[in-house]
């Protein structure tokens, strides 16, 4: 065991309460959700920032001691990384997200460049007991998570966000949708039940007038798949309605044909059949055609409106009111409307 003073936690330790100063074990449990702490090597002028567990978002640098938690993730539009079978102190990984996720990288998009390469320098431990300098691996998230959870949403409402992609304007939809119905007098709780692990698009569900935020790490789960997806997201909506709000906003993250387990979620039933609104994000009137017949049908459901870039202008908007026959609503130039539109949906109760 060894004394570190560490110069960034990132959010994926949201719930561990670490102070910079930390000891570390040089015994790495391989599972997710691990907490690990590792130095920088290299510096990056793309990507190069990390949230800190505080929402702010700070820029790393080489030589940087960062906290963050094992795990693995399969971005499009970032890095695809998996979790290392074994890790021994002087071990390189690399920085996954801006959450603070680390694994092995496999494929990088070439947008974001090369990741972060980081020194293992040991397991972050923590004294659960008192009075005894017994440490254990620290882990992220602040409830375990049941695998076996069941959905009860005491009748509170659904409106639920699905896109085609990452990047669809999954989130700026959520924000616009939580900032009407506040506006209208609702109590609005909000979640995000898909992806991996980044509090960023919570806090702006929270900014937005969320009286209740929660995502899946605060479970424990570092990143999501098929196999979690249903129970973390019937965990989550359970959870929420415990609050008694008048409407939860879940946002499911990445896309309906991805690897953080949309499907898994839309073909559990008893979430299918808690959803009385489902958004569809799409980046393009084609990419909206396609959303629109798999939601359709694959599941069974009808989308309430179209929004995201696909509707940044009367030409996608048009093609998809011919083509989808949906409505169409732009929720960065028009979100009193799209906030409007989901209210009376609401008040129908049409699914």
């Known amino acids: 065991m060894k004394s570190v003073f ?15 100063k930390l000891r570390l074990s040089p015994d790495i449990p391989c599972e997710e959700g691990v907490l690990v702490a590792a130095r920088v090597l290299n510096n990056k002028a793309r990507y ?11 820029t790393v640098t080489q030589g940087d001691i960062v906290v963050g938690a094992l795990g693995h993730r399969k971005a499009l539009l970032g890095y695809s990384g998996h979790l290392p079978a074994q890790l021994a102190v002087g071990d390189t990984i690399q920085l996954l997200n801006i959450g603070g996720v680390l694994g092995i990288c496999d494929s990088a998009n070439p947008d974001v460049g090369p990741p972060f390469d980081c020194e293992v320098l040991g397991t972050v431990l923590h004294f659960p007991y008192l009075g005894e300098r017994i440490g254990v691996p620290a882990r992220a998230g602040a409830q375990s998570f049941d695998p076996d959870a069941p959905l009860d949403a005491r009748g509170v409402p659904v409106v639920a966000l699905a896109g085609t992609c990452m990047d669809s304007g999954k989130t700026a939809a959520a924000c616009a949708i939580v900032s ?11 979640c995000k039940a898909t992806g991996v692990s980044l509090r960023r698009d919570i806090l702006a569900m929270q900014d937005a007038g969320a009286a209740e935020t929660t995502i899946f790490s605060d479970l424990g789960i570092v990143t999501t ?46 979430i299918r059949d808690a959803l009385t609104a489902v958004v569809l994000c799409a980046n393009d009137p084609v990419a909206a055609w396609g959303g629109a017949k798999i939601l359709r049908d694959q599941f069974g459901i009808e989308p309430a409106v179209v929004t995201g870039p696909a509707t940044d202008n009367a030409v996608g908007i048009d093609q998809i009111s011919e083509r989808l026959d949906l409505p169409a609503i732009n929720a960065l130039s028009n979100g009193v409307a799209l906030g409007d539109h989901i209210a009376a949906v609401l008040e129908g109760g049409r699914k």
């Open 180 to 190: 009407r119905l506040r506006h209208r007098g609702l109590h609005v709780a909000a």
């Open 6 to 20: 560490v110069d960034k936690v990132a959010s994926v330790a949201q719930h561990s309460d670490l102070s910079n």
């Open 48 to 58: 190069n920032q990390l949230e800190l567990t505080s929402g702010r978002m700070a």
């Open 225 to 270: 798949t098929a196999e979690n997806g249903p129970a973390l997201t019937r965990t989550l909506l359970t959870n929420l309605a415990a609050e008694k709000p008048d409407v939860t906003v879940l946002e499911l993250g990445d896309g309906l044909l991805g690897a953080y387990g949309v499907e898994a979620i839309l073909s559990d039933a008893s």
